[in-house]
């Protein structure tokens, strides 16, 4: 499984250090590197790749703001010599975030996620799990499992039937989009529930087939019109 990615830094240092440790994988293949944004952002409309070492402090357009143009696509490892963007890189579920100057023992730790995380989208289809950031780990959860999701401030935990909830640092508009649409709902600011996991539906309640109840909130009333009891 041969991993495609480009490295992104205004400092020649950096994307040197890049190179050398990717020189050490056999299935890591730097396709192209930038020392701008705004150059890349151009060309990797046209030429895809599975991976982008992302530099945060840059001129012009920094590695935050290309992350969000890039959207879902390739995986994202930020690196940066300012821990304050830590929150702003996991909030856009990157893959790790490297603190420079990193050594090869932590460039070889992100690469294992990669590793792991692109073995895992082979092995199921992308719409039967979803992949989030938990304690520093990528964890795949299938999708049966979830019981419901519910907002915790900055954080998402997820209630698992089978084990103990997951929590990770992403936005419920954010685990939304990764969510297949007629699968779950979102009937709440602060609650997700898989479709097929409600029972019934009374007086602006979610009565969910695991016993738990729960609100629906006034932006959500459609689920109510929509939710059909079988």
């Known amino acids: 499984m041969e991993i495609k990615f480009i490295a992104i830094d205004d400092e020649p240092p950096a994307l040197a250090i890049i190179n050398?440790?990717?020189?050490?994988?056999?299935?890591?293949?730097?396709?192209?590197?930038?020392?701008?944004?705004?150059?890349?952002?151009?060309?990797?409309?046209?030429y895809p790749v599975d991976l982008i070492f992302l530099?945060?402090?840059?001129?012009?357009?920094?590695?935050?703001?290309?992350?969000?143009?890039?959207?879902?696509?390739?995986?994202?490892?930020?690196?940066?010599?300012?821990?304050?963007?830590?929150?702003?890189?996991?909030?856009?579920?990157?893959?790790?975030?490297?603190?420079?100057?990193?050594?090869?023992e932590r460039f070889e730790k992100a690469i294992e996620k990669v590793f792991a995380l692109s073995s895992q989208q082979q092995e199921l289809p992308a719409e039967n799990y979803l992949v989030v950031h938990s304690s520093y780990q990528v964890v795949?959860?299938?999708?049966?499992?979830?019981?419901?999701?519910?907002s915790r401030k900055d954080y998402l935990q997820i209630h698992l039937h089978d084990g103990p909830p997951v929590w990770t640092l992403m936005t419920m508009k954010k685990v939304v989009?990764?969510?297949?649409?007629?699968?779950?709902?979102?009937?709440?600011?602060?609650?997700?529930?898989?479709?097929?996991?409600?029972?019934?539906?009374?007086?602006?309640?979610?009565?969910?087939?695991?016993?738990?109840?729960?609100?629906?909130?006034?932006s959500y009333h459609e689920f109510l019109k929509a939710w059909k009891q079988p």
């Open 55 to 104: 530099d945060i402090q840059m001129p012009d357009l920094n590695g935050i703001e290309l992350a969000r143009i890039i959207g879902k696509g390739p995986k994202i490892i930020f690196t940066t010599a300012y821990k304050q963007y830590a929150y702003d890189g996991f909030e856009l579920n990157a893959v790790d975030y490297l603190l420079k100057p990193f050594s090869m």
């Open 177 to 218: 989009e990764c969510l297949p649409a007629e699968q779950f709902s979102r009937i709440h600011r602060s609650y997700v529930v898989p479709v097929n996991g409600v029972r019934s539906v009374s007086n602006r309640r979610v009565k969910l087939n695991c016993g738990i109840i729960l609100p629906v909130g006034d």
């Open 140 to 150: 795949r959860i299938r999708l049966d499992r979830i019981r419901y999701i519910e």
């Open 20 to 46: 050398k440790y990717a020189g050490q994988y056999k299935d890591l293949r730097l396709v192209k590197t930038f020392d701008d944004a705004i150059t890349a952002a151009t060309w990797l409309r046209h």
